[in-house]
């Protein structure tokens, strides 16, 4: 898939396991397992699905997973799938840590952040010796000190280090990065998210991360409960929701455990799912 002068790839880093209840917020379980079945713990699979975009000058990449430095305790409790790593997802198509010259951090949440650093002889380093790290300014500064409600999600070892290494670059507010990608930020999740734009004019795909995770996160309350401001999220719903219809923009899914893209149709007041897709070669 072409956007501009970059070519996307699909990067599946990995997978792993949320409460299903937490996942959907205030939806019955009877609804929600239509779509997405649990474990014998209520937890359900979610993907750890990145995104590489490569021109002639640049390999970016968005999100970088769990990573690998998880302890036994917690492989347990997120069923931490060990076979699939970014690393390894990247050396399928041919990359090397090395090659990446930037990294787009939607969040610092350990499932967006995790592959962001490694230990290195019991040292953090970043993971891309030669990358520039990107995030909002105003998620570093609610990740460094997260209320008690979210501290779990924020990993400090996953980007302190990026900071002090002096790799980790502020963006504030909505920006453009170039021509074909743009940060919109959102509050509804967390404090200082940003979705990422691609976009040349006739292909528009928005990587929209925690804004809805799977695919059957279209329809409108279906909003997770980990969510800091729901109704803040409902609002930022209806309105990329109906962009992506008016524009038919593609919203690639970072969490679904099937999909990595769909389109959106009208469905009443709100919205569904019309086409989704696992791959560029199926759309
Ligand atoms: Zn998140």
Not at 125 to 149: G, L, M, T
Not at 162 to 170: A, D, I, T, W
Not at 206 to 234: A, E, K, N, R
Request: net charge negative; hydrophobic share 40%.
């Amino acid at each position: 898939m072409k956007i501009g002068k970059y070519k996307l790839s699909i990067i599946e880093s990995g997978s792993f396991g949320l409460d299903g209840g937490a996942m959907f917020g205030i939806i019955p379980k009877p609804l929600w397992q239509r779509t997405n079945l649990a474990d014998d713990a209520n937890r359900m699979r979610l993907a750890t699905r990145n995104l590489l975009l490569e021109s002639d000058t640049r390999k970016i990449l968005i999100d970088t997973g769990m990573g690998s430095k998880w302890d036994e305790k917690s492989k347990n409790i997120y069923a931490i799938d060990e076979k699939h790593s970014l690393s390894s997802a990247l050396g399928e198509k041919g990359l090397k840590p090395d090659d990446i010259t930037d990294v787009i951090l939607t969040h610092l949440h350990f499932d967006h952040t995790g592959g962001s650093t490694i230990l290195v002889n019991g040292k953090l380093e970043p993971a891309f010796p030669n990358a520039n790290y990107f995030v909002q300014k105003q998620n570093f500064d609610w990740a460094k000190n997260p209320s008690d409600r979210d501290k779990g999600s924020y990993i400090k070892d996953n980007f302190l280090a990026l900071y002090e290494e002096g790799v980790l670059n502020f963006i504030i507010g909505n920006a453009e990065f170039d021509d074909e990608i743009k940060m919109i930020v959102i509050n509804g999740h967390t404090f200082g998210q940003q979705m990422v734009k691609i976009s040349d004019g006739s292909d528009t795909f928005l990587f929209c991360s925690d804004l809805m995770p799977f695919v059957s996160h279209i329809p409108l309350p279906y909003i997770m409960g980990y969510d800091l401001q729901p109704l803040v999220t409902l609002e930022e719903k209806k309105k990329y929701l109906k962009l992506a219809l008016d524009e038919n923009w593609k919203l690639f899914f970072g969490h679904d455990p099937e999909f990595a893209f769909a389109t959106v149709k009208k469905f009443g007041e709100g919205y569904l799912v019309d086409k989704s897709y696992r791959s560029f070669e199926e759309a």
